[in-house]
């Protein structure tokens, strides 16, 4: 279970982050939604232990991250929105690479290897060197890094954003797989209709503030849009209605 | 654990590299291994004349030596010191990988680890290198026990320690007290600054002496009154005791420098441990997430309008671009200490003429050196800008490949950009110098067209072969500007500067010894050809690089 209490961020004197409080239950996704800029980045780089907070809390199965940090990040699995591959390395010794530094014994880690080079359809680039991969297989090696150790943890930053339509359904039902393994996701995505279709609640924040939060029939009771999508409720929240008549202005 | 699994995935990638392009790796490399060992070959020919040539003076080539190794290491630890302020502005806050090891259970102190050997590496290798060159020159001379080797080694590699971690301690406090940008700006250009004052000073020192026996006397004599009773607390002591101690067979006097030596450098190393552990992950956060506001309104852009508009969006692009980078912006710095050589050199050459009568011969000096040295400006300033500007561009090439504006376009304004700067560079050198040697109006013109002719031809040259030999995977242009292709660039440089400097001193020297003779006429008439022929072939080669680079990617 991940629970953020009070979390505020300032960079130069801006609030990035304003006190913001939620909770991912065990077996949960929990979507965050937001413009450009609105913090969803920096609330995950938070969570994942990664920037510290100006005040507020993270605990990760009732552990503070700053408690035990190390013991806590190995909990964690995060698919940040510009991951890091080393361009000299294959597929399979990063992922060899990773495993160590999660501290999988060599036997498990070949397992786990063959077992994602199925389930994320890699196996004609895992041997290749990773300067050449697509953005779509790099974001598939970033997810196989991130699921090498099981982890209890997992934090995506935009995880489908380049994925071709086969990969993004399969990645869908792996995270999927994962909540009802018992794992807390807490992902953040522009694009609402994953939103919609993949997580339990959604959390939808605005420069920094959390604006509303809850599934979409609540979304919609506190947007008073009976039938509308998340679309239509993101807008309504987000002040967007002005976006739309711009819109129909510039077309 | 982290550091030793770190270290391993590097002789991977090395290893990969390898695999993935040997011709490319051997050419890359082994070029650069090449003229490393050319450079330690030269130094170890050094270290052993000096070393006969004391010795046939019948004085103690031991003393020679120790003041010689505690001079150098003196003098290397400033130097050390900011070569390794600059690495650790680079290698402590990479943004991607950092943030990679960050979201790994690993100890940040561990990612610190890292970064520091990193830094020390980068910052230490040449040094050592040296250093053991120096080492091989004694075991040759003194006939020593092999030994000497690890002694040595060790000493030099625990002495290196310390100015990095003196450096990364500076770094990580200016940096936890000082926005990063700023942090960052100030210790560039600090380095840069401390490095362009000591080129000019082993410019003044005049090294080319050190062939005459007079000027290896007076080296001799300058280092062995250097030799001060203070110099005992420095580690540069330290190190140069432990190694003749060893020549001595003195083994006290070795485990006391060694002890001092290894203690201060556990106390700086554990001090960096420890502004780490407070610091670092906190000036890395702060380095990462910042971003910076400009100000919109810069005067100079109207200066631009009397460009086309398909230029100017160009010109402007790379000049904010320049503008705004402390790095590029703080390496104009180097101009200082080139300029500097430039009209010092002219200034010795000016004590030589008036010690030769012939007036031809003072007259081709004046030509053939002059153009010699100021070509060897603006060719090191366009190798290191105009040759690796069309590949800096990146993936951002195939945006302009794309744009509605013609390609040509785009060179000319890298053309421009690489000009106008050389230009100006070059004709104030020229002019400095054609004063210091008080060269007549009318001659003083014609060295200022030749001069613009020159600067032409380089910048044309660099803009073709940078087009040929673009990279759009490059991130540092000095990494570019240093490989083998930026060799292939400086040896037509070299090329197309002595053509220059033969189109113009034919033609002098024949009108110096035989006036305005038919040969003069003749040599003037294929000068002239000749450099229609030139400009005609440089052309046609820019065109057809243009056409293949329009072609690429």
Known sequence: MIKVQGISKQIKNNFVLDGIDLQVRDQEILGIVGPNGAGKTTLLNIVAGIWPADKGSVEIDGTGLSEGAEAVRQKIGYVPDAPFLYPKLTGREFLSFVGTLYRLDAQKLDQKIAELEKALELSFWLDELM??????????????????????????????TNLDPKSSKLVKELLQNMARSGASILLSTHILEIAEKLCQRIVIILEGKKIAEG????????????????????????????????????? | MFAFHWFLIQLKILKNAFKEDKKGFFLRDLWHTFIILCGLVLLYLFFTSMFRFIRLKGMSTFDFAFLFLSFSLVVFLPLLFYSAVVCSLSFLFQKEETFFYFSLPVKRVSVFIVKFLQTYFHTAWMTFLGLIVFLAAMQQSFK?????????????????????CAAVILVMIVSRFLPFVQARGMLTVIGLFVG????????????????????????????????????TVLPSEWVTNIVFSQVQH????????????????????????????????????????VSERVSKKFTWQSLLAMFPASLRVFIRKDLLSFYRDTVEKGSIAILIPLSFVYIYSVYLLNKQIHAVEEPIFSFLYIYLFNFFYSAVVIAGLSGRWVFPSISLEGNNFRLIKGAAIPLKDFLRAKFLLGLVPLLCVGEVLILG?????????????????????????????????????ADFSIREPLDFALSYKGFLCLVW????????????????????????????????????????????????????????LAKSL
């Open chain 1, 131 to 160: 300067d050449g991969y697509p953005r779509g297989v790099r974001q598939k090696m970033t997810l196989a890094g991130m699921l090498l150790h099981s982890p209890k943890i997992v934090l995506l930053d935009e995880p489908l």
């Open chain 2, 493 to 548: 440089e070299s090329l197309f500067t002595a053509l220059v400097i033969a189109l113009v001193g034919v033609p002098t020297t024949l009108f110096l010894s035989k006036g305005a003779s038919s040969s003069f006429l003749l040599s003037i008439a294929i000068s002239l050809i000749v450099t229609l022929v030139i400009f005609r072939i440089l052309y046609n080669l820019y065109n057809t690089s243009l056409a293949r």
């Open chain 2, 144 to 164: 020593v026990t092999p030994w000497l080797y690890l002694t040595g080694s060790i000493s030099f590699l625990v002495f290196l320690v310390i100015p990095v």
């Open chain 2, 433 to 469: 110098s054609l004063l210091i040697l008080r060269v007549q109006l009318p001659l003083m013109l014609v060295s200022m067209l030749i001069m613009a002719g020159l600067c032409w031809g380089i910048t044309l040259i660099c803009l073709i072969l940078g087009m040929r030999e």
């Open chain 2, 196 to 231: 362009s004052v000591l080129i000019a000073a082993i410019r003044v020192m005049q090294p080319e002496r050190l062939v005459t026996a007079e000027g290896k006397m007076q080296l001799v004599t300058y280092i062995q009154n250097l030799h001060k009773p203070w110099m």
């Open chain 1, 215 to 251: 599934s979409i029939a609540e979304l919609r009771a506190l947007a008073k849009s009976p039938g509308s999508n998340l679309e239509d409720i993101f807008l309504q929240l987000t002040g967007g209605e002005k976006y739309s008549e711009l819109l129909k202005h510039l077309t």
């Open chain 2, 250 to 289: 003195d083994a006290e006097g070795m485990a006391v420098n060694f002890l001092s030596l290894c203690g201060l450098a556990a106390v700086l190393a554990l001090l960096a441990y420890a502004v780490a552990r407070l610091f670092y992950e906190r000036i890395w956060v702060d380095a990462a997430v």
